[in-house]
């Protein structure tokens, strides 16, 4: 008999109730291997939580407590703790001072429950994750040049650009179509925020072996 997955275990802390509990109830509904342990609205009832350390914080950057984010990051970084950030605003400098200070991850508050998700599960692997919107923001500037995806973004794209139906790259990633979907939009949005225009199958199949996502004969 295969052994089940063990979980991740997901700690939110945001200071406003209502989101807190939207947060917990869609990921229950989405991520059956994600499970929420601890829903927080204050840092310091964070660390004082029984279950913590947790293996992945979702942590509201928008807390006004005075701490620096920073902070936080290098406390959470010491207890093996990795950590999204997650913010109703989108600015770059912001962005690139939480990911140099250790956020693997970066997510507005309007993303939707399987990005939030896949953004959890990226964390609990090492990888970072942002969302397009903020990459589109620190990218500006970069017109020309391929985008930064992420190491799931890559997966997708060099499957899809491999001749495999959508179904077929949900399948073998594990994800849910709806999932890849909204992946291969981020991807095109990606590209064509830097000049390049992906949207057909070919076009993208294209770019993914020019940038070496992709290599002949796969």
Do not use: C
């Not at 407590?65 to 400098?93: E, Q, W």
């Not at 690139?96 to 993303?111: D, I, M, N, P, Q």
């Not at 139906?165 to 064509?192: D, F, G, H, M, W």
């Amino acid at each position: 008999m295969p052994t089940a997955q063990k979980k991740i275990r997901l700690a939110l802390v945001d200071d406003h109730k209502m989101i807190l509990g939207a947060l917990t109830e869609w990921i229950r509904n989405v991520a059956d291997d994600i499970q929420v342990v601890a829903a927080v609205s204050t840092w310091p009832a964070l660390l004082i939580h029984p279950e913590f350390p947790v293996d992945v914080v979702l942590l509201d950057l928008d807390l006004k407590d005075g701490i620096p984010v920073s902070l936080k990051l290098s406390a959470l970084k010491a207890t093996g703790v990795r950590t999204v950030l997650m913010s109703t605003y989108s600015d770059p400098g912001v962005v690139r001072e939480a990911l140099a200070a250790g956020a693997l991850g970066y997510l507005v508050k309007s993303e939707e429950a399987g990005m939030i998700a896949e953004a959890i599960r990226a964390a609990s692997k090492g990888e970072s994750f942002i969302s397009s919107e903020l990459d589109l923001a620190l990218s500006e500037g970069d017109v020309g040049g391929a985008p930064r995806l992420s190491a799931q973004e890559r997966r997708v794209m060099a499957l899809y650009g491999g001749g495999e139906p959508v179904k077929s790259v949900a399948y073998q990633l594990s994800i849910s179509e709806e999932t890849a979907k909204s992946y291969l939009k981020r991807i095109r949005e990606k590209y064509r925020i830097a000049g390049i225009d992906v949207g057909t199958k070919v076009a993208l199949r294209k770019r993914a072996l020019q940038d070496g996502i992709l290599h002949h004969g796969e």
